[in-house]
């Protein structure tokens, strides 16, 4: 029996561009299965359920945890997210490469729960394109800009946990890069 793929984890500080990365190599590669989360974040324009995220109450994510129907979550920003295990558990078994884009608290977890992950923090050039990308995308009011950008301090104080290292200057080479590292090319 062929062994199973390793579970790759991307990780990094909100607005170093992980969705835009993953966004880029999944147009080339859609082979690439990427997990759709659970979160009780309110959706922002364009975004869609079952697609972006499964955008569900406060209810309904308690319900999740309490049945260990979720993988790993984390409160991140005021905010829970989560990874459906099942969904990940029946892509890894049909062989397919599977890619989770959480934050570090998750990565963490995952760690854990499966030692054979491959971890990959995403790094921005420096501090102030990463204040510069998360402003400019729009999507966070100030306050919650800053607190994103409190964790951000202790994420990337985290990176020496991480397998692999890869800094996103261009979306691009960093899709490459991710890519090689999954053994997709
Ligand atoms: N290499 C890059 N150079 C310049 N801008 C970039 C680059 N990568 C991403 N961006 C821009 O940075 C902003 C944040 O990117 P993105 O939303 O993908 O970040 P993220 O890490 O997924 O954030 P979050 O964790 O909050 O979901 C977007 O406006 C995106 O267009
Ligand atoms: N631990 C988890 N973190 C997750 C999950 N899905 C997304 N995330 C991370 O949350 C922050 C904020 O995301 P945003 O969409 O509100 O900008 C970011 O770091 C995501 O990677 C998850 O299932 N578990």
């Not at 299965?33 to 009780?40: E, F, G, I, M, N």
């Not at 960093?174 to 590292?181: I, N």
Request: glycine share 8%.
């Amino acid at each position: 029996m062929s062994e199973r793929p390793r579970l790759t984890v991307l990780s990094g500080p909100s607005g170093v561009g992980k969705s835009t990365v993953v966004a880029h190599m999944r147009k080339e590669h859609p082979e690439v299965w990427l997990s759709v989360s659970a979160t009780t974040r309110k959706p922002r324009p364009g975004e869609k359920h079952g697609v972006h995220y499964f955008f569900v109450t406060d209810d309904e994510m308690d319900k999740l945890i309490a049945n260990g129907e979720l993988l790993e979550w984390a409160e991140f920003a005021g905010n829970r997210y989560g990874t459906p295990r099942g969904a990940v558990m029946e892509r890894l078994e049909a062989g397919e490469p599977v890619l989770l884009e959480i934050d570090l608290q998750g990565a963490r977890q995952v760690r854990e729960s499966m030692p054979e992950a491959q971890l990959v923090f995403l790094a921005p050039p420096s501090w102030e394109e990463l204040v510069r990308r998360l402003t400019g995308r729009g999507t966070e009011p100030p306050e919650v800009i800053e607190r994103r950008l409190e964790a951000a301090k202790i994420e990337l104080a985290a990176e020496p946990e991480f397998d692999e290292t890869l800094v996103n200057t261009s979306v691009e080479d960093v899709a490459r890069e991710l890519l090689a590292l999954m053994d997709v090319v």
